[in-house]
DNA sequence: TTCGGAGGTCTTTTT
DNA sequence: GACCTCCGAA
């Protein structure tokens, strides 16, 4: 047989993976041996070699990102419209399915989707009502483990997890892992719409199987019960979402879940150096719950890895401008990587004061934003009225002068009619007289855009009409003048401005632009569209977690320290430590040239303890690290500076002009012992001496 | 009754 | 610093 066009750009154990299609195939793909591109091509070789309809093939992946990326790579290798394929995360693709399929379920076509957000306010909401001083973050951890199958530790937390799913339900609301769930059940429960997709889905593919969950796995198992063309790539060692639930054993027991699998393993890397690899391979080789393989390049020995050590996350970050200065241009080649999202600050400080573009991946994300949320929540409210969560955040956003008394008494009222929120209010309004119009006021505005929606008025112009209505631009400026940084209130217009732009983008795409349809596209969508993102030359930081898939000349790992990488709450379990040597060995493969990694030796998270180096250092191999130790000098100054600050710190005083590395240029207006209060440029900060690093002015 | 300020507590990772 | 709760001013 002659050989394909499309697989002469692929090695042998791609074009291997890409060409066998009949029956489980597990690839097991290490960092950066092209797994990306052995999808993309067995997609592409699908349907233009085998003639494959798009409509009988489905590709998981792990985010919407990587999904758009897909879609665009084959429509590129294969001029054509990729409409018809199913690519998209588990839970996009539950999505469609449950709303294709809703008259099946106890909820309406226009059900919420919750975020953790909505979530903690049900269980908030719960906890008011049985009057429980429970915390709520952790009993939804106790809801989550339950709904993944885990045994409940108390019976209490069974039935607050019945009373939260009732909750929902009441709501006509799911959250995140429920339409997972609610999927499994409508497979398992209804036989014909089983039937229906696992006759459709003849092939079907997954990325990144080591951090599927159980119900996840479940749902590939219904899927593939028809054809058993399932074709999954994932890398054992890369598996770092334990905590969401992914089980490693998915990929671990692939051939014993999926009787006849063939695997193949894609060794060879494109990516790194070979001491980088190096190091990568003997770090990983500690793990003992692994298949074990081993990376290979043809390429350069390249430079050694770095280990530097600093004084505190300022120093480290100072440190690690000043390489970033040495490499020079562009900035865009270099990472730095963090365990947890409070490690950033330091960064963010140095950076801005020496004058570094940089971009934060991730920390708080574009969805998440407050003045995103609130205007998301008007839309959830409009399109169910019963989402009284929705409704509780925005019913006094803008400021209405409804607080919380009157919602007491709201609330109670609904509860005993047995109505939702919105929809007791008419009588409610009725029932207690002219006292509460600013309520009704309210309804009306509210019923206005059920209207609207009802007679199938676009998202984009509901959204445009609601944000004009409500002079939100105006209530931003004046909540936030005054007390926070221009550039942070800039931030938030245009948050307001994006969201928009994507009602209009949507609108404009779609040929049925609903507001249902705009709230389902956005709801799974997590992450924001870096349009801009790759264009300017700025140094990527974020979490290691975020950093998954990517690649980067030059990548810092900092915060090497035990009890922060690996963190503390691993420390005391071997699987929760393999996790974390896991997540050091995704960071180190992220590197094309350059690895280096910082410790401190304080931490102000960690104050008045002296931190140790992570343990993960003593595992790297002698012979490709070098352990750079100018941290004596830095000491020295450190002290120094140490004590000027301290000197400067108490002779500061009301009236004093200060120097702030973030805000700038400022003059002290209120001190009180530690805490003053600082005019800056762009506004009021309250700040404390003991953190905040206020220097003397002139 | 609402709202802003003061003061205390906490800090893993996220589809 | 972010987030939450409590308390007093308007």
Known sequence: MTEHPLLQDLNPEQRKAVTTIEGPVLVIAGAGSGKTRVLTYRVAYLIKALKVSPENILAVTFTNKAANEMRDRIENLLHINTKGLFIGTFHSICVRILRANIDYLPYDKNFSIFDRDDQL??????????????????????????????????????????????????????DFDDLLINTRKLFEEHENVKEFYADKFMYIHVDEYQDTNRIQYEL??????????????????????????????????FEKDFKDAKVIRLERNYRSTKNILKAATVLIANNTMRKGKTLWTDGPSGEKLVVHESFD?????????????????????????????????????????????????????????????????YLKLIANPKDDISFLRIVNTPHR?????????????????GLHLLEAIPGFVEYTG????????????????????EKKEDAFSILHDLINTLEFAEYIKKTYSGQEAREKLEGRLENVNAILGMAQEFVINQNNPTLEHFLEHISVQT????????????????????????????????????????????????????????????????????????????????????????????????????????????????????????????????????????????????????????????????????????????
């Open 121 to 174: 306010r049900v269980v908030k909401k719960i906890l008011e009502e049985i009057k429980s001083r429970e915390t709520p973050k952790r009993l939804l951890r106790h809801i989550q483990r339950i709904k993944a199958g885990q045994e409940p530790e108390t019976e209490w937390h069974y039935d607050f997890y019945k009373k939260y799913q009732q909750k929902l339900l009441e709501l006509n609301a799911m």
């Open 220 to 253: 590939l198992r219904h899927l593939s019960s028809k054809h058993r063309n399932i074709f999954v790539v994932g890398d054992d060692d890369q598996s770092i979402y334990s905590f969401r639930g992914a089980d490693i054993r998915n990929i671990l027991h």
């Open 313 to 377: 996350e300022r120093e480290e970050a100072e440190y690690v401008a000043s390489k970033i200065e040495e490499f020079g241009r562009p900035f865009s080649n270099n990472l730095v990587l963090y365990r947890t999202n409070a490690q950033s600050r330091a960064f963010e400080e140095v950076f801005n004061k020496r004058g570094l573009p940089y971009i934060i991946v991730g920390s708080i994300k574009f969805f998440e934003r407050k003045e995103v949320k609130d205007l998301i929540a």
């Open 401 to 417: 002068g409804i607080g919380a008394k009157t919602m007491k008494t709201l609330s109670d009222y609904a509860l005993t009619e």
């Open 434 to 453: 002219t006292k509460y119009l600013k309520l009704k006021r309210f309804y009306d505005l509210i019923s206005k855009y059920i209207k609207l929606n």
């Open 527 to 698: 992450e924001q569209d870096d349009m801009e993102m790759q264009q300017k030359d700025r140094i990527t930081i974020m979490t290691v977690h975020n950093a998954k898939g990517l690649e980067f000349d030059n990548v810092f790992i900092t915060g090497l320290e035990d009890g922060v990488f690996p963190h503390k709450s691993a420390l005391s379990a071997t699987y929760e430590l393999e996790e974390e040597r896991r997540l050091l060995h995704v960071a180190i493969t992220r590197a094309k040239k350059r690895v280096i990694m910082t410790y401190a030796r304080e931490r102000s998270i960690r104050f008045g303890e002296l931190l140790l180096p992570s343990r993960f250092i003593d595992e790297l191999p002698e012979d490709v690290v070098i352990f750079d130790s100018v941290s004596k000098r830095y000491k020295e100054q450190r002290k120094e500076t140490e004590e000027k600050e301290r000197r400067v710190q108490t002779e500061l005083h009301k009236g004093d002009y200060v120097y702030h590395p973030m805000f700038g240029r400022g003059r002290i207006l209120v001190k009180n012992g530690d805490k003053v209060k600082v005019l800056f440029m762009d506004g009021i900060k309250n700040l404390s001496l003991k953190y905040a690093k206020l220097v003397k002015s002139q």
